[in-house]
Structure formats: structure tokens, C-alpha cells
């Protein structure tokens, strides 16, 4: 017992250490409903204390795949007594269950650029997890969107680590103020589907450290209960075996005090993963349904063999209990009433509420306008007689609601990818259906689902006021293939739609273009006279079309932002797709924008671009440093934004910042945003506050962050490139 007690104590001080090192504000207090970890320790302590070897071995271990409710669940212990464990997808809402919300992917929730709305999200799922019993959610991915054709990227936040860490936060925060414990994933370099559970992702330290772990370090800070370690292997050592990555960077360094499981079947030992680190394996088997497991007796006996210790197993038991306790789940959780695997069976648990309405908000809080001309858009009902929907993408899916497994069913409207990042759709509301609801009866629809009848598209867009041309681009997770892709094969769009772009934009001269794509497309087309406008709605869930048609018809005055970047070619982007074994992570700290800034590639769309219905003007930028180094360097930027145009609406003012030329950083770093919604001819004065962890490095030699010294720059703008003042400032 006293062995236990000072490993336990170990790990805390090497929490607060950490914490303290990184001068950041711990969230480790009751502010969100949840317990603090200390609290939730004590408890804990309690339970575990009395627990046998193998009943603390049964909580680190899963059941086995299909054997139970959930895709996972761990043993439950009697006496002393604590239940299974109910662990399901996915990060945009239950997936394998009915009468659940199918809301926005996380690519989409980024691209609203919303900390707010990111929140709540994470709310509403949450509130359907727990309704259905299930205790962690797994989700959210902050997966960063390494090369533009990864086949999740869609599942997480995009291409810049800082918007995925406050998006992460932010739905972390929201998920576990309901009583479930978030499941941040794929830890970590699991930034493609080709060969993922062969290859190994090498990252240098400072790469490491200042781009891929940058988002769960956030997530740590919100106090996430649990992390997912990756099918990949990182510097040849697989993820859930790798000491470094495990123990030293995440536990040590960040303070981690929630559990890690495997991604599922990705624990390749016992006494390795054990010792690196890892708490639970799921789904427990070691081949998916094979029976058999590294932990269960396998680790009993490792522990009996002395090659494992006690200790560790009774640090898994703590973490998972803590976890547990730290989102009150012992204060009257709700039984599990999913039934994955047998879904007929499952009682019918109604959770939904009005929550359709909300994702219809954030839908269209994610339509990224990224032209209009002619101010085409939105749409003036009174003017317009006809307008032609074409392209199948408007209509329904072929195969029928849910009519493929997973969501691959690669036609039809694309409202999500396809994986195990999904949800069942209780129906989908697609642009046809959303732009009929809101045009009204004066208005004519005429519309075409056949992509490759050119002919019958030219001679529908013709004669219309407006045509309007939908099109998309699919991927997804590894254990499906759609027509070539899981990762993505090229950057083109699908079923034949820049050929029907090219068609439609031929014979009418007021052509929009609807692309529904799970990340960056080509667009041989876009210098084409007659495409006034181009929308970009992401992946919207059940509602999309709704939210397309609020933006569309002007009820919603967009303010969406890339959370990627859209290239002229696809070899402008600085990582793409390999089937190397070896995964060399050459382009460092040049993920996404950083590496079009640096070598001065011209994109198509900038990261953090989007359009308006009005203007916005920005004036009287400073910046002053509040606190001195030493004592935390913190610096505040301030400007004054004003709506210029007549229309009421939001803008995403964003905070780039450059570092001294000696820190070696990429030529600007995202440090800021906010959602700043002003009246026509309002004006308001914003502040950005930058932390000594944002204004600081990864040091190689000393293994710490360090502040770089001398002179940065805060560029405020509307995008990465569209700068409107830039500021200087010494620390
Ligand atoms: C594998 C996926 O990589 C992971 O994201 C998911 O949570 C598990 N399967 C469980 O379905």
C-alpha cells in the first residue's frame, strides 16, 4: 500500500510541476460540473484499495469485440462493486443507435470557428450518451489534417494544431459537463489511413512537441478523462507500447491523470504496453474477436512474474476509477440501452430533444462563402423565377437512408464520411429539400440528380435565373473502400463534378457551386466568368440542407472560415498520402498554411478564409506586454472592428503571430480568434491574449518550452493572408 501511495503522489507532483513550468491556468476545479482530479483521486483510492489484482486487472481490460452493448466495455468488479464500462463512437454522435442526433463532423464544427457554439456541441452529444448510458464517448479526433487527402481528417479540426487544441477544449469541456468522459484521439501521428497499423509516424521532438501533441496538451488542461493511443507506430515503437510518447511526454510532462486505451486492436504486448504506460485495452481481444487478450489473465500473470508491477496495475485501476468519479458517474448513471451489435433489441430511448435545431445553427456557422460575385448571394427571391438544382449530390441517397454500412455509400448527398466516425441518420434534409422549404411557392426548382448526363444538365440550366451545381468529395476510415479511397486517391471531386460544373457554367452565366467535400478539392474550373459563387457547407449532419438554404436565401449572414487550406495544385501542399513504412514527418513545423507562407505558394483559398454578406473594417491595432517574462509573459492585443456594410452579421477576426527570426518558427502561427457578431454600422473593441506557452518554443536540449526573446509581430486579419494590421512587440 505505501509503494502505491508514493507512485500515486509521484505522478502528482509531477503534475503540478508541469503545470507550473508551463506558467498555465489548471482547470483542475469544479467549474464545469465535473469533480477535480484530487477529489476524483480520493475516491478512487477508496475503491481501488480494495480491489484484487484481478478485479483492478478486469477494469483495464475489454470484454471482447461483439460480446457486448457498447463496441466496448470493461469488466465490471463485486464487491467491491463498480459497473462495466460502456464505451462507444464517435465524435459526431452515437453511432450503432436510433433516435439519436446526426450532427455536424468536427471538420465543420472547426470551420464555424465558434468557441461557443463548439461547446455546446459537446453538450447535446454528451446529453445523448448519457441518456443511452454510455459513460465515454469516443471522440473528439484532433487528428490534424497532415496531407489534404487523409481519409478522417474530417472527423477532426483541420490543419493548425492551436485551433484544433481550442476546438478539443471546447468539446471536451462541453462533453464532460454532462457526466461523460471525453475520449481525445488518435494519440498521436495517425494522420493517414494508408497502411495504419504498419507504418511508423517519425516526428522529431519539436515537431512533436509543438504540432501534434499541441492539441492534447489543451485537452489535458480541460481536464479530458481518457486518450486514445493510435494504431500507428511513432519512431518504429508502436503508439500504445511507446514509453516516450506515453509515459514521458503525455504523463509526465503534461500531467496527464485520466486513463489511456488502445485504439481498437492496436496493443501489441502486455509487459511493453503495460509499462509504457497504457491502461486498458479495447475492445480486449487481440485480434478483433479473437478471444484472446494481452491484459486480462496475460497481465495477472505478468504482475505474479514480477514484470509488471502491482503498482502500474493499480495506477490503470486509479485512472480508470478516477475518471469515472471525476464525472460524478457514481451519482445515479443511466443503464446502457444501446444494443450494438443487436440493434433490434435495444429498448427505444428517445434523447434527441430540439436538438435538430441547433445543428442546423451550427450547419450554417460553417458554410464558408469562398466567392460571390456580383453580390449574387444571398438570393433575391423577388427577382428570380427559376432556379436548376443539379447534380445528384442535391437529391437523396441512392442506397437509401443509412443504406450503407458506416455511411460509405460515396453518392448522393454527403452530410458525413464514412467510418467509425459516424452516426445513423434519423433523416437528412438535403439541399433539395432545404432550398424547396425555404424558396416558396413563387419561386420554380427544377432540378437533375444525373451527373453524367451532360446534355440534360445544360438544357435544365439554360433557361433558369440561377443554376445551381452540386458536387462532393468522400473519404474515410481504413476497413472500407469506396471506389479506391479511404484516404483519398486524388483531390478531384466525385462522380463526374467538375465535368458538370464545366457543363452547367457553359450555358448559364449565373452559376453557384455547392461543394459538400470532407476536405481541400481541385477546381480546374474556378476561373470560369459564369461561377459567381462558390459555397463550402463542410459536412453538416441531418439538417444540412437547412443550414445551406439559411445561408443561401440570407436568413444566415455567413461567417464560416477554411480550417484548411485550398490549393491551386496538389502539389503546393507541403504532405501527402505515402506507403512508405516509414512515415518521415520532414516537413516540421510547415503543417498546412505554415508551409505555403514559407515557401511562398500562392493558395487558392487561404486557411481561415470566408466571406460576408457585409464588410468589416479593422483600425487602431496595439499590442502591450502585460507581465514580464519570468513572471509568465503574457502580451494583449487590441483593435477595434467595425461593420461597414448594411447587413447584421459575424466576423472571425484572427490573431497570427510571428516569432523573432532566431526562434526558427514557420513565418506566422495562428494564436488567436473569436466570433464577433456586430450590427450594421456597429463598432466594438476586441482583445487577444497571448500566453507565455504561446509565445514560447520547444527547446531540444533542455526537453522544455522556452520563450523566445526579441521581437514579435501580432498580425490581426480576416484570414492567414488577409492581414488588415500588424503590430510589434519585445519580450
Ligand atoms: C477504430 C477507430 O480508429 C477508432 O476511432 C474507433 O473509436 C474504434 N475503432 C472503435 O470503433
Same mark, same amino acid.
Given at each position: 500500500m505505501a509503494l502505491i501511495t508514493r507512485y500515486a503522489l509521484l505522478l502528482l507532483t509531477a503534475a503540478s510541476c508541469a503545470l507550473h513550468t508551463l506558467g498555465l491556468p489548471t482547470t483542475d476545479a469544479a467549474s464545469d460540473n465535473t469533480l477535480t482530479w484530487d477529489d476524483a483521486y480520493t475516491k478512487a483510492r477508496s475503491i481501488v484499495h480494495r480491489m484484487s489484482l484481478e478485479q483492478k486487472v478486469g477494469l483495464a481490460t475489454g470484454m471482447g469485440w461483439e460480446k457486448t452493448l457498447c463496441v466496448g466495455n470493461t469488466y465490471a468488479s463485486t464487491n467491491p462493486n463498480f459497473p462495466s464500462l460502456c464505451l462507444q463512437d464517435s465524435p459526431l454522435g452515437i453511432r450503432f443507435a436510433d433516435n439519436v442526433t446526426a450532427g455536424v463532423s468536427g471538420i465543420t464544427a472547426a470551420a464555424s470557428f465558434d468557441k461557443v457554439a463548439i461547446r455546446q456541441r459537446g453538450e447535446y452529444m454528451a446529453s445523448e450518451f448519457k441518456a443511452k448510458g454510455v459513460h465515454f464517448q469516443l471522440g473528439p479526433s484532433v487528428d490534424i489534417m497532415r496531407a489534404p487527402q487523409s481519409g478522417r481528417a474530417w472527423e477532426g479540426f483541420g490543419e493548425d494544431p492551436w485551433l484544433s487544441g481550442v476546438a478539443g477544449r471546447e468539446t471536451i469541456t462541453g462533453i464532460q459537463s454532462q457526466g461523460v468522459i471525453a475520449t481525445v484521439k488518435?494519440?498521436?501521428? /495517425? =494522420?493517414?489511413?494508408?497502411h495504419r497499423t504498419t507504418s511508423s509516424s517519425n516526428i522529431d521532438k519539436r515537431t512533436l512537441h509543438e504540432v501534434w501533441t499541441w492539441p492534447y496538451a489543451r485537452a489535458v488542461e480541460a481536464g479530458v478523462g481518457a486518450i486514445m493511443c493510435s494504431y500507428n507506430l511513432v519512431d518504429d515503437t508502436y503508439a500504445c507500447e511507446n514509453d516516450y510518447i506515453l509515459n514521458t511526454v503525455l504523463k509526465n510532462e503534461m500531467g496527464f491523470r485520466g486513463l489511456v486505451m488502445s485504439d481498437w486492436g492496436a496493443t501489441h504486448s502486455t509487459v511493453e504496453s503495460a509499462n509504457a504506460g497504457l491502461d486498458m485495452t479495447m475492445p480486449g481481444d487481440i485480434l478483433m474477436g479473437d478471444g484472446f487478450t494481452y491484459f486480462g489473465a496475460n497481465l495477472t500473470k505478468a504482475v505474479q512474474d514480477g514484470q509488471v508491477s502491482d503498482d502500474r496495475v493499480t495506477d490503470m485501476a486509479l485512472r480508470i476509477t478516477a475518471a469515472y468519479y471525476k464525472m460524478r458517474q457514481d451519482e445515479g448513471y443511466p443503464d446502457t440501452?444501446? /444494443?450494438?451489435? /443487436?440493434? =433490434?433489441?435495444a429498448p427505444e430511448v428517445l434523447v434527441q430533444g430540439d436538438h435538430a435545431t441547433f445543428v442546423r445553427e451550427i450547419g450554417a456557422a460553417g458554410v464558408v462563402l469562398l466567392r460571390n460575385q456580383d453580390n449574387i448571394l444571398p438570393l433575391k427571391t423577388s427577382d428570380l423565377k427559376k432556379i436548376a438544382l443539379i447534380g445528384s449530390h442535391a437529391g437523396p441517397i441512392p442506397q437509401g437512408l443509412n443504406g450503407c454500412p458506416d455511411q460509405s455509400c460515396g453518392r448522393g448527398h454527403l452530410a458525413m464520411g464514412w467510418g467509425s466516425g459516424t452516426a445513423d441518420f434519423p433523416y437528412l434534409i438535403t439541399p433539395t429539400d432545404g432550398i424547396t422549404a425555404r424558396a416558396g411557392g413563387n419561386l420554380k426548382l427544377v432540378h437533375t440528380y444525373d451527373d453524367y448526363d451532360l446534355d440534360g444538365a445544360r438544357e435544365l440550366a439554360a433557361d433558369a435565373d440561377i443554376a445551381i451545381v452540386f458536387a462532393m468529395a468522400d473519404a474515410g476510415e481504413e476497413y472500407i473502400v469506396v471506389n479506391g479511397n479511404n484516404d483519398r486517391q486524388n483531390l478531384s471531386l466525385w462522380n463526374n463534378g467538375d465535368n458538370l460544373i464545366q457543363a452547367v457554367s457553359e450555358v448559364n452565366d449565373n452559376v453557384i457551386v455547392v461543394i459538400n467535400a470532407v476536405g481541400p478539392v481541385l477546381m480546374p474550373w474556378i476561373d470560369h466568368e459564369n461561377i459567381k459563387a462558390v459555397v463550402w457547407p463542410g459536412l453538416?449532419?441531418?439538417?444540412s440542407g437547412n443550414s445551406l438554404a439559411d445561408v443561401l436565401f440570407g436568413d444566415v449572414n455567413p461567417s464560416g472560415r477554411l480550417p484548411y487550406t485550398i490549393a491551386r495544385n496538389k502539389d503546393d501542399y507541403g504532405a501527402h498520402i505515402s506507403s512508405d513504412a516509414e512515415l518521415d514527418y520532414s516537413e516540421k513545423l510547415l503543417v498546412g498554411y505554415k508551409w505555403f507562407d514559407a515557401k511562398g505558394i500562392d493558395p487558392l483559398f487561404e486557411f481561415g478564409y470566408g466571406l460576408s454578406y457585409t464588410n468589416f473594417e479593422y483600425s487602431g491595432l496595439s499590442a502591450r506586454v502585460t507581465r514580464k517574462q519570468g513572471a509568465g509573459a503574457q502580451v494583449i492585443a487590441s483593435i477595434t472592428l467595425s461593420n461597414t456594410g448594411d447587413r447584421d452579421g459575424a466576423e472571425i477576426p484572427q490573431a497570427y503571430i510571428a516569432f523573432p527570426k =532566431?526562434?526558427?518558427?514557420?513565418?506566422k502561427l495562428l494564436r488567436g480568434f473569436q466570433k464577433v457578431f456586430l450590427q450594421a454600422g456597429e463598432q466594438k473593441a476586441i482583445d487577444f491574449e497571448f500566453t507565455e506557452k504561446e509565445l514560447s518554443v520547444w527547446d531540444e536540449e533542455s526537453e522544455m518550452w522556452k520563450h523566445s526573446e526579441g521581437e514579435f509581430t501580432v498580425h490581426i486579419g480576416a484570414s492567414s493572408r488577409d492581414i488588415r494590421a500588424s503590430a510589434s512587440f519585445i519580450i
Open positions: 488518435h494519440y498521436i501521428g /495517425n =494522420s493517414q489511413e494508408t440501452t444501446l /444494443n450494438t451489435f /443487436n440493434r =433490434s433489441e453538416a449532419g441531418q439538417e =532566431s526562434a526558427g518558427e514557420p513565418p
